[in-house]
């Protein structure tokens, strides 16, 4: 009997020792949350009024309905003038 009970406890601590060895290689929280926290730099740029109107001026139909279809105020507003004009 004395035979079962080394053996299961010889069992006992092979599973413990397997156990041991992938907690200790785990990095500690505070590490791996100092990491996470740094914010990416963040670049703005900003175009001209001229810059802007040219590129307004040079939009496409199909351009200016998509940002219409978007929400661009601008855009319907260029759109309800064009069909204004073509009413005429």
Sequence with gaps: ???AITSASH???S???AVQPKA????????SAS????PA???TVQISAAAQALKEAIENPAQTAREAAGGDIQAKRLLAKEAA????
């Design 15 to 17: 599973t413990q020792s």
């Design 41 to 43: 730099p963040v670049d």
């Design 1 to 3: 009997m004395s035979i």
């Design 11 to 13: 069992a006992a601590v």
């Design 85 to 88: 004009d073509k009413a005429l």
């Design 35 to 38: 990491a996470k926290v740094q």
């Design 24 to 31: 200790a290689t785990k990095q500690p929280a505070s590490q």
